[in-house]
């Protein structure tokens, strides 16, 4: 049953109040109406593309990255606390896939794991030394990648990553980060 603009719009702000970072696609498909009516409605109610609400939402919780230039993660970070945890997203489109069946390359899945893992070391310097991943399920033009990893153990030069990266609630890829780390932290420092 298709609702009203009237019935349809305080529902609309209440979803992505909820999950703001919800697709138009997505929201066009919970509401049965097209991807432009959503535009329109988000217009109306003054509620930015999906874009920019990441964006506002990680500038709002995440710590600055220091080992790496932000822009250089692939993907967008959205939640970040140093040697604990992040999440970052990536939308798989055309120039992620191969171009015959459309399915994401696996340099992209792991280049969006690993540049979280460096991303979550609170060093000025991180650097890959093992990696072990595992590709779990295919990933399709136009889905979303939602990978979050986890700081496991944190020894003297080496913090080990766990990275779990999810399409809806499909695990896609899982990789195991051995990080090497050049100093460390203030916090180790007042410890010593």
């Known amino acids: 049953m298709k609702l009203s603009k009237k019935q349809r719009q305080p529902m609309l702000k209440e979803k992505i109040e909820e ?7 997505a929201l066009a498909v919970a509401f049965n109406v097209s991807v432009q009516t959503i535009r329109l409605d988000r217009l109306e109610l003054n509620i930015p593309e999906v874009r920019a609400r990441i964006k506002h939402v990680a500038k709002q919780q995440y710590d600055t990255v220091k080992a790496l230039p932000i822009e250089e993660v692939i993907g967008e970070v959205i939640d970040l606390e140093l040697d604990h945890h992040a999440i970052s997203l990536l939308d798989i489109r055309d120039e992620h896939v191969f171009s015959r069946t459309g399915i994401a390359r696996g340099h992209h899945l792991f280049a969006q794991a690993n540049s979280l893992a460096v991303a979550i070391i609170d060093d000025e310097l991180a650097l890959t030394a ?35 990266s999810y399409v809806e609630q499909k695990l896609v890829f899982r990789g195991k980060f051995s990080m090497f780390r050049d100093g460390v932290s203030e916090e180790e420092e007042t410890n010593v």
């Open 19 to 25: 999950n703001p970072f919800v697709t138009d696609d």
């Open 130 to 164: 093992q990696a072990d991943v595992s590709f779990k399920s295919q990933v399709n033009v136009g889905e979303r990648v939602v990978a979050k990893a986890k700081v496991t153990e944190i020894h003297e030069n080496r913090t080990l990553v766990e990275v779990y």
